[in-house]
């Protein structure tokens, strides 16, 4: 896997925190196969398409048992807002 680190920063400045946060985090860093991702970097930017949504849509249903549609992913597109959203 990768390490992903945006243009110009030498780390990741904002780590999961919550619970909802590192799981969300666990199947994102799955999805895009990477090793760590900022809470506030946008999925897309990070290499996510709409299949890789689909997928991650996919996980949080059986996963996490959490009810949301295709819509309210695009809408929240990194983990900081998907999560409160969903929190």
């Not at 969300?24 to 991702?37: H, R």
């Not at 996919?58 to 048992?65: E, M, N, Y």
Request: aromatic share 10%; no cysteine.
């Amino acid at each position: 896997a990768r390490t992903y680190i945006p243009a110009g920063a030498t780390h990741i400045k904002h780590l999961p925190t919550t619970e909802l946060q590192k799981s969300l985090a666990a199947i994102f860093k799955d999805e895009l196969n990477i090793t760590e991702i900022d809470i506030q970097d946008n999925f897309f930017d990070l290499g996510a398409d709409s299949l890789t949504l689909v997928n991650v849509y996919s996980k949080i249903s059986q996963k996490l048992k959490i009810n949301l549609s295709m819509t309210e992913l695009f809408n929240y597109p990194n983990l900081q807002s998907l999560a409160e959203f969903l929190g």
